[in-house]
């Protein structure tokens, strides 16, 4: 008989605001919210996380500043400081990956480890769990939340489920007792329009789903549909390890009609380089490459790309080079359909080290 694996998903909680108020001790106990400058009501960028008191007020991740603001003026509202995050990412990271050779890193505060060959049993897997999270704990001042499960999706989903500082174990046997009653909105690629389908078919919870007939799954979601058949049985076979190295990222926009005006173009451009930069702090990586990407009206597409000698992690510097490259297209007589922004040639923060 296959062995069942056991798999650890780990996540640090309230991340960026938890290392903020580890730095600066007199925020414990406060509303802390991290991200863009609130001016006032007036910002217009987004709350990158929060602590668990701001989320009383009904903050969280994404939500624009300004309605953080309104919900809480008292909050403390802290710039990022991603230079300090990903260093503190970067060590516990590196901690974490002693704990197995079969890692996952999937962001900059969470990983998969697959325990199989470290650990005998479910029980002897919640006790490292739990040296984990002592060790987070001594070495970084830091608490985090522990799914332990037969596969990575279980993992992941238990990992969300004690939050914060928890440690919920789901063994092979409880998994459908587990995600019967969640919405199908836990599992992997049910995002707002997949949900908002299934909810139309009569499909709410994961138990509705695992009813769903696997031809009908397919034929209204493609291969999607194979993979939602598989979940809503708590099956996820896939493996614990690192993906490729990501070649590019980057963010495009189609205007909802041709614009003429450069200046329209240009805060699109800005607009487009701060969403990429959201992009690049979650891989947690260094560019050097910038390209630019517009459409005409008639739809000719032009790229244009400059690469930077040193690997960079900064929003102004990504700004000012994209902005130099568009300006070129903004001289053509014809009106813009679409821009684009993507980064490229990536390094992680050592390798920057070497180069610089
Ligand atoms: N993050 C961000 N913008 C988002 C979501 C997250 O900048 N829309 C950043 C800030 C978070 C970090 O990524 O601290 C990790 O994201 P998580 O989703 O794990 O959220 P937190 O760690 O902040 O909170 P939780 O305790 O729910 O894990
Ligand atoms: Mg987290
Ligand atoms: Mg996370």
Known sequence: MKRNRIILHIDMDYFYAAVEERENPCLKGKPVVVGADPKEGKGRGVVSTCNYEAREYGIHSGMPISKAYKLCKDCE??????????????????????????????????IFLDISQNVNSFREAEEYAKRIKEDIKEREDLTCSIGIGPNKLIAKIASDYEKPDGITLIKPEKVLDFIYPMKVRKLWGVGPKTEEKLNEMGVKTIKDLSKTKQDILIKEFGSLGHDLHLMSKGKDNSEVK??????????????????????????????????????????????????VRIRFEDFETHTSSKTIPLASTSLNKMISVAEELAKKYIKDKRKIRLVG???????????????A
């Open 341 to 355: 922004v993507r980064l490229s040639k990536f390094s992680q923060k050592e390798e920057q080290k070497v180069l």
């Open 77 to 110: 509202f802290l710039p990022v400081n991603m230079d300090l995050y990903r260093a503190v990412s970067k060590r516990i990271m590196d901690m974490l990956k002693k704990y197995s050779e079969k890692y996952q890193q999937v962001s900059v505060d969470e």
């Open 242 to 291: 690192e993906k490729e190295g990501i070649k590019s990222l980057g963010r495009e926009t189609t205007f909802q009609e041709d614009i003429s005006d450069g200046k329209i173009v240009l805060d699109e451009i800005v607009s487009l380089c701060e969403r990429t930069h959201k992009l690049l702090e979650k891989e947690n990586l260094f560019f050097r490459t910038v390209t």
